[in-house]
């Protein structure tokens, strides 16, 4: 298993629709996860943290699955201004090891 | 406040060239980053400093790759002889410290290697 995997998409989701994704991770070590978000030629954004006991913030949910090691990412009724790449971050001792990134698009 | 800044923005070069990248962090942010990012990936990690300690560096690719931050604050990436392979966006990231959840990302060098 690669050290953080993502399926690359794109999703293509009508407006409104909810929308999850995971992030498969190999070191059974690590203790912190995050999601970012990066736009189109843009630089990338914290957009949550992923705590044991999940996350949720308006309209983002953020679990942990420390068994079959991964988080997920739901995003419900979901905006045009969603449409973005997230990626899934592993920190690895003291490396911070970022997923390729989901690419989400939302449709009118 | 001022963001993470980085210079150049755009860095055209030919093969064989050395290269200076620098960071600008944001004021009094202990950790600071590089990433290297090809078009469709995902930020790849490089090296990151505690102040001017550099903690780890067993992302640089190869040796012609070098990081230095003496003073604890800018950060100089440096890429001797260049490659055409060398061409990526550059991104610096800072942190409030190595524990700190966010890192507030630069907008990025992008070089390219003729």
């Known amino acids: 298993r690669k050290e953080v995997e993502q399926d690359p998409g794109p999703f293509n989701v009508p407006e409104g629709a909810t929308v999850a994704f995971n992030c498969t991770y190999s070191?059974?070590?690590?203790?912190?996860f995050f999601w970012y978000r990066q736009d189109c030629r843009k630089e990338p954004k914290l957009l949550m943290s992923?705590?044991?006991s999940g996350n949720e913030d308006g309209r983002f949910t953020a679990q942990l699955n420390r068994a079959s090691q991964y988080i997920s990412l739901l995003i419900r009724d979901s905006k045009l201004s969603d449409s973005a790449t997230y990626l899934c971050v592993v920190p690895w001792g003291d490396k911070i090891i970022f997923g390729k990134g989901t690419r989400l698009h939302i449709l009118p | 406040g001022a963001g993470v800044s980085q210079s150049p923005r755009y860095k055209v070069t030919k093969r064989g060239q050395d290269v200076a990248l620098r960071c600008d962090p944001i004021s009094g942010h202990v950790s600071l980053y590089w990433y290297r990012q090809a078009l469709g990936q995902g930020p790849e990690f490089l090296t990151y400093?505690?102040?001017?300690?550099?903690?780890?560096k067993s992302g640089l690719p190869n040796d012609r790759f070098s990081a230095e931050r003496p003073e604890g604050s800018i950060s100089t990436l440096t890429i001797q002889r260049t490659e055409q392979r060398d061409s990526a966006m550059y991104r610096c990231a800072s942190s409030l410290d190595s524990s700190s959840n966010e890192q507030f990302f630069g907008p990025g060098t992008r070089l390219t290697v003729l």
């Open positions: 992923v705590y044991s």
């Open positions: 070191n059974s070590a690590s203790q912190s």
């Open positions: 400093f505690n102040y001017e300690a550099q903690q780890d």
